[in-house]
């Protein structure tokens, strides 16, 4: 008797080998090779244009590369699917409530009614939200819409979140609850992959740097020795504001 396929313990690491994404001639990325594993917090940082956002689709899946592969742990397209998520700068709001939002999201992933109603005021709970669970999204402050947002993602469990600029255009107090929750949720067992343009927030929030440069990735390392001690002439230029934004 042939025994049915199952679906491995976990979809880490997450493999990139030689990705290039092309558009209209340019290299966006360009040849990126890593390996991503459990664990630590990863924080992708580069200048405006470096394809820090890019990246994170293709990692996603919302990109195909143009040439070199995506891979994960053996698991097929539907089990990576269902066991990562993103949450963008500019999140989508379903014309509903807050509550209803994240339910949503729990009946797409085939959670019974009593049950996703349970879990996503649990997961409004726990950003902080639960007060405005009956209130329309829309109407949601900037940093209440991205709590929001990282609710709906963490109802999901999902075993890794990519965060596209969590908290750009947000006030330090708003700023401070996105961070508060992302630890959170590391805390949980989630792996985090995110990208930032605040150069504060990734001392506080990553583990570990991935530093790209025109689309390369010309440098990885601890968060502390990359602060530090760069590696490289462009990693030290961007840390001193000197290095262009192209």
């Given at each position: 008797m042939i025994e049915a396929m199952r679906a491995p313990s976990t979809i880490l690491p997450l493999i990139l080998d030689r990705v290039t994404f092309t558009v209209g001639g340019r290299r966006i990325i360009d040849e990126v090779s890593m390996e991503i594993g459990a664990?630590?917090?990863?924080?992708?940082?580069?200048?405006?244009?470096?394809?820090?956002?890019?990246?994170?689709?293709?990692?996603?899946?919302?990109?195909?590369?143009t040439s070199g592969r995506v891979a994960w742990n053996g698991a097929d397209v539907?089990?990576?699917?269902?066991?990562?998520?993103?949450?963008?700068?500019?999140?989508?709001?379903?014309?509903?409530?807050?509550?209803?939002?994240?339910?949503?999201?729990?009946?797409?992933?085939?959670?019974?009614p009593d049950v996703r109603l349970r879990h996503a005021r649990a997961a409004l709970e726990s950003v902080g939200l639960a007060h405005l669970a009956e209130r329309p999204a829309r109407v949601l402050s900037g940093g209440e819409q991205q709590r929001l947002a990282l609710a709906r993602a963490w109802a999901l469990r999902p075993e890794v979140l990519f965060l596209d600029e969590p908290s750009a255009s947000l006030d330090p107090s708003a700023s401070a609850e996105i961070e508060r929750v992302i630890?959170?949720?590391?805390?949980?067992?989630?792996?985090?992959?995110?990208t930032t343009h605040n150069l504060g927030q990734a001392r506080r929030i990553a583990d570990e740097i991935l530093?790209?440069?025109?689309?390369?990735?010309?440098?990885r390392a601890p968060v502390g020795r990359f602060f530090t001690l760069p590696a490289t002439a462009e990693a030290g230029a961007f840390l001193k504001g000197e290095l262009p934004w192209t």
């Open positions: 664990g630590a917090r990863t924080v992708i940082l580069g200048p405006n244009g470096a394809g820090k956002s890019v990246l994170m689709r293709l990692c996603h899946g919302l990109l195909a590369p539907m089990e990576v699917h269902r066991r990562q998520a993103m949450v963008f700068q500019r999140p989508v709001m379903l014309r509903r409530s807050a509550l209803a939002n994240v339910a949503y999201a729990l009946k797409l992933r085939g959670e019974l630890e959170a949720i590391h805390a949980g067992g989630t792996k985090i992959v995110m530093f790209l440069h025109q689309g390369r990735l010309i440098e």
